[in-house]
Every structure is written in C-alpha cells, then in structure tokens.
C-alpha cells in the first residue's frame, strides 16, 4: 500500500471543530497584527533622544509578537527599521542580513515593485553602498528608482531619500552625471515639502562631495564654498524646527563643515544636536 508523498498539511490529520467551522482547515493560524501605528511612534521617540539601545530592544520585542502572531506586514515594517538601525550603528553583516529578509518578505507579500517594496529595496540598496558594495547597489537602486518614477502617489520626502542615496552610491562608482541628476530631483521634490530646509542643506553637502570627488579640492573650491554656505543658511534659519530629525541632520552635516575648514559652524552644528538630545 502506497503512501502519499510530500510533507502532512493541517488537513491531512484535523477534523473541523464542527461542519460550520473551517478555522483547523486553514494552513497557518489566523494573523494577529501588531499595533503598527502605536509600535512606531514609540520608535520615533527613541530615535529622537537618540537612544539606539531602547530602538533595538523595542524593535526586537516587537519583531517577536509579529512573528509569534504571524502578522507578516508587521515583521516586515519591523524589519525595515532594523536595517537602518544596523546601519546606523555600523554592524554591516546584520544590517545586509535583515535587507534580504526585509525584501523576501517584500516578495512573499507581493510588494516588491510597489512603493512599500521599494522603501525596502531602497534601504537595501543603501546599506550595500554603506558597507562597501556600492556597485552591486546600483541595481537595486534603479530597480527601487523606476517603481517612485511611476507611482502617482509617491511621497516625495522618501523618493528624494532615495534619489540621495542612490547619488552617493553613483559617485562612490565615478558616475557623476547621474548623480547630480538625481540630486537636482531630490531638491525639486524636497522643495514641495514645506520645513525641508535641513534635508536640502544635506543635498547641498552632498553635492559638495560630488565636486571634489568629480574635479579635485582644489579644482572645485568656489563651487564647494557655495554648497557648504547654501548648507549653512538652511540650517541656520530661526524658523526651522529644532527637533530630534534637526539635531540628526546637524550631527550628520558636522563632519563635513569640519572637513571643509568650517569649523565653528561644525561646532556650533553639534553643540546643537547634543543640546536637542539631552532636552528629550
């Protein structure tokens, strides 16, 4: 007498509780999604007294319920964060290693190539660049590029992240006439965004880096000078927020006024950050 082959599925063993109820039919329990909303707002609290250690163990206890409740979006939100996360704590094997799970969930849920998927791709893409395989970025980059290209309703303070990371990756690899396309884009969309005066002191920066890395320091003086004071006077204006997002971008912007002989407004950069921080 011959056996089935393959491996027993809930149906093969169970008996519905009673004719009218088919839960035990069901291949995997029912989902219990996680709290999204409440989950992430607890997140950007952390991330704005910039307490990496509370975001970690909250992603992680969190991370834990979706998977125990089987609630696939909410691994994958979760999963998105932790990349960024990683990456920003300079731990590359763990911040690559939760990109592909974060995009095969991406995959399994049948996103990929809509804007959700693309954040993934995205954060992806610039954690490869971030941690030394920025050529092998560039696809995912485009691929993430193309689905914001299309999509009507793309928020345009993530497409012109993506358009800035995926700059930096392009003059990592001495592709500068494309980044500095994408980098005009992100300071079109960014200029739709009312307060974004921070993210576009950070375009300007980058576009510093650019010329020096196109033209060499010396070549490139004036117009790195121009970028850096363009930088400077979007950070400096009294009616930008001072919040947790600002005191990041001035943490992130300082080594470059450092860099460029800026060196009071670097200082002052930090001292602001470091007071923003220690208010919250």
């Not at 921070?198 to 970028?227: F, K, Q, S």
Request: glycine share 8%.
């Amino acid at each position: 007498m011959a056996f089935a082959s393959g491996p027993l599925e809930p149906n093969d063993f169970l008996d519905p509780r009673c004719p009218f109820c088919t839960d035990a039919w069901a291949k995997e329990p029912p989902a219990h999604p996680i709290d999204a909303d409440r989950v992430l707002a607890r997140l950007d609290e952390y991330f704005s007294r910039n307490d990496m250690p509370a975001a970690e163990r909250h992603l992680a206890y969190w991370l834990a319920e979706a998977e125990e409740g089987r609630d696939l979006v909410g691994q994958f939100l979760l999963r998105n964060e932790r990349i960024g996360l990683f990456r920003k704590q300079g731990r590359g094997p763990e911040a690559l290693a939760e990109a592909e799970k974060t995009v095969a969930l991406a995959e399994r849920l049948g996103i990929a190539d809509e804007l959700g998927g693309a954040t993934a791709l995205a954060n992806q893409a610039t954690a490869m660049k971030a941690f030394g395989i920025a050529r092998e970025a560039l696809p995912v980059f485009r691929r993430a590029l193309a689905v914001y290209e299309h999509a009507p309703n793309a928020d345009p303070y993530r497409y012109a992240g993506v358009c800035n990371n995926a700059a930096l990756a392009l003059a990592d690899c001495g592709e500068y006439a494309e980044a500095r396309r994408l980098y005009a884009r992100a300071m079109a969309l960014l200029g739709q965004i009312e307060g974004a005066g921070p993210e576009i002191a950070v375009t300007w920066l980058n576009l510093a880096n650019l010329a020096e890395a196109e033209r060499g320091l010396e070549a490139a003086e004036g117009e790195i000078a121009d970028c850096v004071e363009r930088a400077w006077d979007l950070l400096d204006r009294p009616d930008t927020a001072r919040d947790g997002n600002y005191a990041f971008v001035c943490e992130k912007c300082a080594p470059t006024f450092h860099y460029y002989g800026y060196f009071l407004w670097g200082a002052e950069l930090e001292e602001r950050a470091r007071a923003i921080y220690e208010r919250t």
